[in-house]
């Protein structure tokens, strides 16, 4: 089975910094995209950035300049680095990955259990 498993939420003051980590792990062959998405209370769940196995990266323009993702393909690990925190970036952060597993001939998409990130004095 294939898991996606994430750290680095917590509660920061404005203007803070916050690094995210999610790492894949168990039977996987290859991972296309990963990304990190958000979800604030009552409000959908929205993208906030991807990149690509190749290391192209796409983010939204509410966190342009603020946020940078990365990823390590040899670790199966993705990062959100978040700078300048506003308390409209609280929210519960998932990661999520396209992942071909043993024993797939498809990549689906995998997501993590979520971790929560609070910006506030």
């Known amino acids: 089975q294939v898991q996606l498993v994430e750290s680095g939420g917590g509660l920061v003051q404005p203007g803070g910094s916050l690094r995210l980590s999610c790492a894949a792990s168990g039977r996987i062959i290859s991972i296309n995209d990963m990304g990190w998405y958000r979800q604030a209370p009552g409000k959908q769940r929205e993208l906030v950035a991807t990149?690509?196995?190749?290391?192209?990266?796409n983010s939204v323009d509410s966190v342009k300049g603020r946020f940078t993702i990365s990823r390590d393909n040899a670790k199966n690990t993705v990062y959100l680095q978040m700078n300048s925190l506003k308390p409209e970036d609280t929210a519960v952060y998932y990661c999520?990955?396209?992942?071909?597993?043993?024993?797939?001939?498809?990549?689906?998409?995998?997501w993590g259990q979520g971790t929560q990130v609070t910006v506030s004095s």
């Open positions: 999520n990955a396209n992942i071909r597993a043993v024993g797939s001939w498809n990549h689906y998409n995998y």
């Open positions: 990149v690509t196995s190749g290391g192209r990266t």
